[in-house]
């Protein structure tokens, strides 16, 4: 984005405005550089800046510029050349225009600006007086550190006329504005200027200068005075100028060190808001990681679970085949158990049966032998049969022996498969429970990782809305940081332009000092040569005066010149 400044000079005795343009805020050795070149191409070769001032909207005045931040957008300025020997026209500023090497040479107002009449500021070599119209614009206020007054400005021109010069040396010896130069006035005016002469002698040219002995010197005196002591005259004009000279510089000193003390406050506030700016940044970006490493212990505890759950899932696989292994076995456990007591009830059905037949038999005895008491001819048959009962009896009781033998044998081994079957019964209760606790445990792990996953939900979203907070903490951070950078670096240049200021001043006294040394002697010369004029005049107005007396008593006395003691 282009930076415009308006730069108005003197080419020619006449007035030119030129619209400036410059990447951003120029630095003063390249806004000087720019206008050099700009104006030798517009007509003013060797064009060379001596001072160049800026015109303050707000308060009507202008002031010398002395740093780049008094710079802003379309700000006014006005560049004194250098080593120029014709005085500055006074004329109004034109409205600005583009330079005529850009191809643009109508004139063109700047943009937000509608010039009136815009003066141009007062030049230390070319102006003695004079009334200036105000600009009206329609600028937004700038917003600089502090508001510059103008510095005060010298009204001695470099090269005067004798007049001129008279006026104002008398203007400057009036100290209390009455309209002459009284004898204290004279005196103090002497100290204060330091002119190289001892008290004696300042009321000796006092005197001199009182030429009708009334006390003081009025204009006409003075005026004859300096015809006299032209040497002396010179002397005060240019210690008189001088002393505005340096007052102006000093003035821009002082203004140039408020500017530095407000650019220090900017920069310590600068720096105060960088480093809220900072700490904020700082505390965001602190969150955002505390943010950021609870997510990551989410995560990692979500692994965590996951990888509980992968392993609780395999266990629980493992001992569902367990279960289904162990419910195998119970039901072997238990098909042997069936069996075996199939066997018992086969064995138990074996001796009912074999009960009945003895019952059975046991009853065919008591019929026989109910018949071997009825048919005592069938005993014999009758005891046969019974024998032959008896016997088939025993056999039967032996059956039933062996029947009662296998049936406890049957009954041991029933006995065996419920004492076997028991603990794998209780193996399995607690293989049972164990899935069911394991199912359980997956069901909160399940239920875990949920509420975790969220969590983790939730500080994601904290974490877009903590980047989102960030992004106008890192601007606005940026912003403090360039805006103390730049603070930094104007205040940098003020220092460095007031270094540069303090230096002149004192280059500016050096160089006054070596003059007036030299003045020194001249000053002595001038009143030893005119008191020795005066002696002199004296002496032959004396002469002239015995002569003519001594004419008038002889009788010669024919016409005679006259003479005064004045001039």
């Known amino acids: 984005m282009s930076f415009t400044i308006l730069v108005a000079a003197d080419i020619h005795q006449d007035k030119v405005n030129l619209e400036l343009s410059f990447a951003g805020v120029p630095s003063m050795m390249e806004l000087y550089q720019k206008i050099e070149s700009t104006f030798s191409a517009e007509g003013a070769p060797g064009f060379r800046i001596d001072r160049v001032q800026v015109f303050d909207a707000a308060s009507g005045s202008w002031s010398d510029l002395t740093s780049a931040v008094q710079l802003s957008e379309y700000k006014q300025l006005y560049a004194f050349q250098r080593d120029v020997v014709a005085a500055e026209t006074q004329k109004p500023i034109p409205p600005a225009r583009k330079p005529a090497s850009t191809g643009f040479s109508f004139a063109a107002p700047a943009p937000y600006q509608q010039f009136d009449a815009v003066s141009k500021p007062l030049a ?20 600089l550190p502090m508001s510059m007054r103008a510095a005060p400005q010298t009204a001695f021109p470099a090269d005067p006329s004798d007049d001129v010069k008279v006026r104002l040396v008398f203007d400057e010896l009036d100290m209390n504005k009455n309209g002459v130069i009284e004898k204290e006035e004279w005196k103090k005016m002497f100290k204060v200027l330091r002119v190289p002469l001892s008290q004696a002698t300042a009321e000796d040219l006092f005197s001199r200068a009182d030429a009708d002995h009334d006390g003081v010197a009025n204009r006409p005196d003075f005026s004859n005075f300096a015809e006299h002591y032209p040497v002396l005259v010179d002397s005060l004009y240019v210690r008189i100028q001088s002393n505005a000279e340096e007052k102006r510089r000093l003035k821009i000193v002082e203004d140039h060190r408020q500017l530095i003390d407000e650019l220090q406050r900017r920069e310590r506030s600068a720096t105060s808001h960088h480093k809220v700016a900072f700490e904020e940044l700082r505390a965001a970006e602190l969150a955002m990681r505390a943010l950021d490493q609870d997510t990551q212990i989410k995560n990692a505890e979500i692994e965590d679970k ?17 279960r289904t292994r162990r419910e ?167 220092r460095s332009g007031l270094r540069q200021l303090e230096q002149d001043v004192e280059d500016f006294r050096e160089h006054r000092r070596e003059v007036e040394d030299k003045e020194h002697r001249l000053l002595e010369e001038e009143v030893r040569l005119r008191e020795q004029r005066y002696n002199l005049e004296e002496r032959e107005g004396t002469h002239h005066a015995e002569k003519h007396r001594h004419f008038a008593e002889t009788g010669r006395l024919q016409t005679a010149p006259s003479y005064g003691t004045g001039y």
């Open 124 to 143: 230390t070599r070319s102006l003695i007086g004079g009334t200036f119209d105000a600009v009206r614009t329609s600028i937004v206020p700038e917003t």
């Open 306 to 322: 996951r990888a509980e759950m992968l392993q609780l899932g395999e266990d629980l696989t493992e001992a569902q085949r367990e």
């Open 328 to 494: 195998r076995t119970v039901a072997g456990a238990r098909e042997r158990e069936r069996q075996a007591q199939m066997v018992v009830e086969g064995a138990r059905n074996d001796i009912e049966d074999q009960k009945g037949r003895i019952k059975a038999k046991e009853d065919a005895i008591d019929v026989s032998r109910e018949r071997a008491r009825e048919l005592e001819a069938l005993l014999a048959e009758a005891k046969r049969d019974v024998d032959r009962g008896l016997i088939e009896l025993g056999q039967h009781n032996d059956d039933l022996e062996e029947l009662r033998t296998r049936e406890k044998e049957a009954m041991v081994q029933h006995e065996q498969t419920q004492r076997a079957v028991e603990p794998l019964m209780v193996l399995l209760r607690e293989q049972e429970s164990e899935v069911t606790r394991m199912a359980e445990r997956e069901s909160q792990l399940e239920g875990m990782i949920e509420t975790l996953e969220q969590e983790i939900g939730r500080v994601q979203q904290k974490m877009a809305n903590a980047d989102q907070d960030l992004i106008p903490l890192r601007e606005r951070e940026a912003h403090t940081k360039s805006v103390h950078q730049q603070a930094q670096s104007e205040l940098d240049e003020a």
